[in-house]
């Protein structure tokens, strides 16, 4: 077996599935998170770093092998693997939170809702790159490479043409926090990341927050729009309070423009700041294939 090296996953589209919407002979579900289950990711998410994907190439195994990827600790390990045309891949979650695989570029498979312990087989059949990650956790991203059988010669596959369209049905965006202007050097420690999905169709948009290091507790926190980097702006959503939030935002259609021109952001206040001590700017947008089911939390 070849050695193992170590690759940063770059230019990912993320994709994932209608609301109750049935896809790929399953409809996919809405997953009420349990207080095992919350108390599980926030542990996972507090010391939550860039991950550095490890890449394994399985391509000298040759056809009809199977290769086995573990989910674990909110990371799909091999992260990226090369296989051979004909080979089989089983996913097994050992996480307590839920995971899915899901296709989000360059094919159309999804595991639906895998708890711990629960596996997912797929064989491919067809060369290329494929991105996948989480529908839960939509930060988890991961990739497959498949090539022919070096004893066959290989045929080019045709590059499609992308249809033109106006709007994707959605966009992704991970951003870091930034400090706010005003803030002291000397106070300036706070850091952290936000994860937006927008459905362009259904008119939501689905976060993940995290941060840490702020000077004191959080009084308040929004999602405000629609202005660039730096500019301040109305609060249009009341995010819960807590350094780690997950949820769903509906929008008005009138704020689509602002939301794809990447005029929102999140501002965390305190009483040290109450203009804001940290802020992240949505403006790195990724198209999606499709759009998702949102997650939820159990209230």
């Not at 193992?4 to 996953?9: N, R």
């Not at 067809?126 to 991203?141: I, K, L, P, R």
């Not at 009084?219 to 939030?245: C, D, M, W």
């Not at 940290?278 to 947008?285: E, K």
Request: net charge negative.
């Amino acid at each position: 077996m070849s050695g193992l090296g170590l690759i940063f996953v770059e230019g990912n589209e993320l994709s994932a599935h209608p609301l109750n919407v049935q896809h790929a002979s399953h409809s996919y579900p809405l997953h009420h998170f349990s207080e095992a289950e919350v108390a599980y990711e926030q542990a996972a998410m507090s010391g939550m770093k860039m991950q550095v994907a490890e890449e394994a190439d399985f391509s000298h195994l040759g056809p009809n092998a199977t290769v086995n990827i573990v989910i674990s600790n909110f990371v799909y390990s091999p992260a990226v693997v090369t296989i051979t045309k004909g080979t089989t891949l089983v996913w097994k979650n050992e996480d307590v939170a839920p995971h899915t695989v899901t296709a989000s570029s360059g094919g159309d498979f999804d595991s639906g809702f895998m708890g711990k312990g629960a596996t997912y087989s797929l064989t491919l059949t067809q060369t290329g790159s494929t991105n996948y990650f989480c529908a839960y956790h939509f930060d988890m991203v991961s990739k497959i490479v498949v090539v022919n059988d070096p004893a066959i010669p290989s045929t080019p596959t045709p590059t499609p043409t992308p249809a033109a369209s106006s709007a994707a049905p959605c966009y992704a965006s991970n951003n870091n926090f930034n400090i706010e202007p005003g803030v002291p050097l000397t106070m300036a420690k706070a850091s952290g990341q936000s994860w937006f999905l927008i459905d362009t169709v259904n008119n939501l948009v689905s976060y993940r927050i995290s941060y840490t290091q702020v000077t004191t507790t959080e009084q308040r926190s929004h999602i405000h729009e629609f202005v660039p980097s730096n500019v301040t702006a109305p609060a249009r959503y009341t995010l819960p309070r807590g350094a780690s939030k997950i949820g769903v935002w509906r929008f008005d259609e009138s704020h689509q423009d602002g939301l794809l021109n990447g005029q929102m952001h999140v501002n965390i206040h305190n009483a040290n700041f109450p203009s804001g001590e940290i802020r992240a700017q949505m403006n790195t947008l990724v198209p999606c294939k499709r759009v998702f089911t949102p997650m939820v939390r159990k209230k």
